[in-house]
T-cell receptor, first 115, second 115 residues
C-alpha cells in the first residue's frame, strides 16, 4: 500500500521568503511522485512530477522538488514566495507497476503568504 | 491547451435523489478517473476506468455509484440515491495512453451538496 504524509497543515511565509512544503511517502514499489496545487474554488493543477528520471524536478511558477529515496521524501521548494502562491498544495504518489494506477494524496498544506 | 471539463460546476440535490456528474476528458486520453474531496479533507480516489470497464475502485465506490462512458467523449459518475455524506467536490481526471500513464489531468470539479 502507498501513503503520503504532509507535515504541517498550514505554512505561513513572508513575501520573498523561502517556501518549503514537506512530503514523505511510503511505497513498496518505485513510486511516481507529484505535487498539485489547488487555488480557491478551483481544481487541481499539476505543479511537477517525478518519474524516475532526474531527482531534482523543476515545475511551473518557480517551484521545484527533490526526490530523496534514502529519506523517502519529496519536499517542494520555491526560493522566493509571491502573494499569488497562496493556495493548497497536495503531494501525491502512484505506483510504477502499470498505467492508470490511482493517485494517493496527502492531506494537503495550505500556504499563506504575508505581505 | 487541452483540458478536462466537468458539468455542472455546482449541484444541489435532496437526499435520496439520483445525480449524474459529467466529464469530458482530454480527447486522446484513454484512462479516466473520479476522485472526491469532502470539505476540509484530502482528495480520495473513487474509481478508474479503461477500455470501457472499471479497472480499479476504492471502498468508497459502493453499489450506489456507477460510471459510464456513454459516447466517445463523455464520462459520467452516477450516484443512485444520494446521502448527506456524499456532499463533496467531485473531480474527474484523465491520463494519456501508456505505459506509463502516470500524469493525471484534473477537471475543475463539481461541488455536490446533498440536503
Amino acid at each position: 500500500a502507498q501513503s503520503v504524509t504532509q507535515l504541517g497543515s498550514h505554512v505561513s511565509v513572508s513575501e520573498g521568503a523561502l517556501v518549503l512544503l514537506r512530503c514523505n511517502y511510503s511505497s513498496s514499489v518505485p513510486p511516481y511522485l507529484f505535487w498539485y496545487v489547488q487555488y480557491p474554488n478551483q481544481g487541481l493543477q499539476l505543479l511537477l512530477k517525478y518519474t524516475s528520471a532526474a531527482t531534482l524536478v523543476k515545475g511551473i511558477n518557480g517551484f521545484e522538488a527533490e526526490f530523496k529515496k534514502s529519506e523517502t521524501s519529496f519536499h517542494l521548494t520555491k526560493p522566493s514566495a509571491h502573494m499569488s502562491d497562496a493556495a493548497e498544495y497536495f503531494c501525491a504518489v502512484s505506483s510504477t507497476r502499470s498505467g492508470n494506477t490511482p493517485l494517493v494524496f496527502g492531506k494537503g498544506t495550505r500556504l499563506s503568504v504575508i505581505a | 491547451e487541452p483540458e478536462v471539463t466537468q458539468t455542472p460546476s455546482h449541484q444541489v440535490t435532496q437526499m435520496g435523489q439520483e445525480v449524474i456528474l459529467r466529464c469530458v476528458p482530454i480527447s486522446n486520453h484513454l484512462y479516466f478517473y473520479w476522485y472526491r474531496q469532502i470539505l476540509g479533507q484530502k482528495v480520495e480516489f473513487l474509481v478508474s476506468f479503461y477500455n470501457n470497464e472499471i479497472s480499479e475502485k476504492s471502498e468508497i465506490f459502493d453499489d450506489q455509484f456507477s460510471v459510464e462512458r456513454p459516447d466517445g467523449s463523455n464520462f459520467t459518475l452516477k450516484i443512485r440515491s444520494t446521502k448527506l455524506e456524499d456532499s463533496a467536490m467531485y473531480f474527474c481526471a484523465s491520463s494519456a495512453p501508456g505505459p506509463p500513464a502516470e500524469t493525471q489531468y484534473f477537471g475543475p470539479g463539481t461541488r455536490l451538496l446533498v440536503l
